[in-house]
């Protein structure tokens, strides 16, 4: 069976282009709506190819969990989880796809080497993905790959287990511990978390410079330091801001929100993106 990487990346490798065509917006226009509020355009969520899809549960509140001392920091906080996942959505350029808190268009604030960068993977289509070679996409990446993740919260952390992104895990700490002053660089970094009343906050520092921030090629190196805010808004819906501050490729914190939709009842299944991966032969650049 053909691998679900390779139709992700035919999929995104349309998406991508008709991105790049569609027109830019006027000044004070929005640009275009990319499905940003719910299950990616087109189908090329995972649910897309026949998975997870059907009539949506119309939306009701935001669940809760129970007030319990046996679920530490997370007694009483929004439910993240339950029977299903969520379905994330296919952001391949969080400039274009994403938005501001506001709402508005992203301008990315690229210092002269990270615009050098920044264009010339896009000039080659992004070839040298370091996702399409079947390592982890990052953070905040991890949120923008189409494939589901399920959220379990427990009395001192918060577990995330990614379907795709070479089917890893992350641990959010809630402790109350801080980074360590050296920390290891990692693909996902070092997170810790802490609730600001139903809005998760997840802080992450100590990634190594082997990810991109988007499958556009955004940049990073080692001192990128991502704030991430995760709010379940009803029952149906996660909505994601992921502030992004690295010094040495940007020359501000900026922001982008993306949201994530609940599909109940469903399951992840087993994905190992080096089996029967066909990826790289269609990574040819230019």
């Not at 993905?129 to 790959?145: A, H, I, Q, S």
């Not at 993740?149 to 990614?162: E, G, H, K, V």
């Amino acid at each position: 069976m053909r691998s679900f990487h390779t139709r992700w990346l035919l999929a995104g490798a349309w998406t991508l282009a008709m991105i790049a065509l569609a027109p830019e917006p006027a000044a004070g226009q929005q640009a275009p709506d990319t499905g940003l509020g719910g299950p990616p355009p087109n189908g090329l969520g995972r649910g897309g190819f026949g998975r997870g899809r059907g009539p949506r549960t119309p939306a009701g509140p935001t669940p809760r969990l129970p007030e319990n001392p046996l679920l530490g920091v997370n007694s009483g906080k929004p439910d993240f989880g339950g029977k299903g996942m969520w379905q994330v959505p296919y952001i391949i350029d969080m400039q274009k796809q994403g938005k501001t808190v506001e709402g508005g268009v992203i301008e990315v604030p690229f210092n002269a080497a990270a615009k050098k960068i920044f264009d010339q993977r896009t000039e080659t289509n992004s070839k040298d993905d370091p996702e399409g070679f079947c390592l982890p996409p990052g953070v905040p990446r991890m949120m923008y790959t189409p494939y589901p993740t399920q959220i379990y919260q427990l009395a001192d952390r918060i577990l995330f287990i990614y379907e795709g992104g070479a089917h890893v895990w992350r641990l959010i700490w809630m402790d109350g511990r801080n980074h360590p002053v050296d920390p290891n660089p990692t693909f996902l970094g070092d997170a810790i978390g802490r609730w600001e009343g139903d809005t998760l906050l997840v802080d992450t520092v100590g990634f190594n410079d082997r990810t991109w921030l988007d499958a556009a090629g955004h940049p990073h190196g080692e001192k990128l330091h991502v704030v991430e805010r995760y709010t379940r808004t009803d029952s149906n819906t996660l909505r994601v801001a992921a502030t992004i501050d690295d010094p040495d490729y940007y020359t501000k914190p900026w922001t982008v929100v993306t949201t994530a939709t609940w599909a109940p009842g469903q399951e992840l299944l087993e994905y190992i993106c080096q089996e029967n991966n066909r990826d790289t032969q269609h990574l040819v650049g230019k």
